[in-house]
T-cell receptor, first 113, second 109 residues
Framework: SQTIHQWPATLVQPVGSPLSLECTVEGTSNPNLYWYRQAAGRGLQLLFYSVGIGQISSEVPQNLSASRPQDRQFILSSKKLLLSDSGFYLCAWTGGRDSDTQYFGPGTRLTVL | GQNIDQPTEMTATEGAIVQINCTYQ??????LFWYQQHAGEAPTFLSYNVLDGLEEKGRFSSFLSRSKGYSYLLLKELQMKDSASYLCAVINSNYQLIWGAGTKLIIKP
């Protein structure tokens, strides 16, 4: 069966510090991968998605970037965090038999102080 | 533009039935999802509708009317653990997933 991992689970970072969040998927190949952010009490905002290694589509211009160095690895980064980057970051994947259904990792709660 | 409308919050009583509505205006339609999200957790998949009609899964059912741009999620025999946010999402003609802001469901004993 497929599983999706994210780490860390929680993170507290000062303004201006760098960020690296990692997401990996097991049990499938060639997944589509997604990064979302959810502000407190709000809906999901799509940040990036990728349909293959090295391919990244950005949905929202901001100080975040994403990379996909391996088929089942998706990384979200920032060189300098802003207060507004605080939120719940979710990685999701699609693929397999029910190819349109997105399955989410456990998320990373980021607080920028 | 594209948007999905859901009530912000609903309250229901344990053991009762509740219907959460979702209306959408999107550029084309290729399916509609419902997800459940407990506070502080990731969304989990509940249902997928691509054809008109009712899909039943245990205590949860989801209905779709493509001509009306409308769906609802029906929860029966409510339990306290059903207290969560319920997210409606639509796949448009470009296979983009458009998300609603979610409906927070509060269950009272």
């Amino acid at each position: 069966s497929q599983t999706i991992h994210q780490w860390p689970a929680t993170l507290v970072q000062p303004v201006g510090s760098p960020l690296s969040l990692e997401c990996t998927v097991e049990g499938t190949s060639n997944p589509n991968l997604y990064w979302y952010r959810q502000a407190a009490g709000r809906g999901l905002q799509l940040l990036f998605y990728s349909v293959g290694i090295g391919q990244i589509s950005s949905e929202v211009p901001q100080n975040l970037s994403a990379s996909r160095p391996q088929d089942r690895q998706f990384i979200l980064s920032s060189k300098k965090l802003l207060l507004s980057d605080s939120g719940f970051y979710l990685c999701a994947w699609t693929g397999g038999r029910d190819s349109d259904t997105q399955y989410f990792g456990p998320g990373t709660r980021l607080t920028v102080l | 533009g594209q948007n999905i409308d859901q009530p912000t919050e609903m309250t229901a009583t344990e053991g009762a039935i509740v219907q959460i509505n979702c209306t959408y205006q999107t550029s084309g339609f290729n399916g509609l999802f419902w997800y459940q999200q407990h506070a502080g957790e990731a969304p989990t998949f509940l249902s997928y509708n691509v054809l008109d009609g009712l899909e039943e899964k245990g205590r949860f059912s989801s209905f779709l009317s493509r001509s009306k741009g409308y769906s609802y999620l029906l929860l029966k025999e409510l339990q306290m653990k059903d207290s969560a946010s319920y997210l409606c999402a639509v796949i448009n003609s470009n296979y983009q997933l458009i998300w609603g802001a979610g409906t927070k469901l509060i269950i009272k004993p």
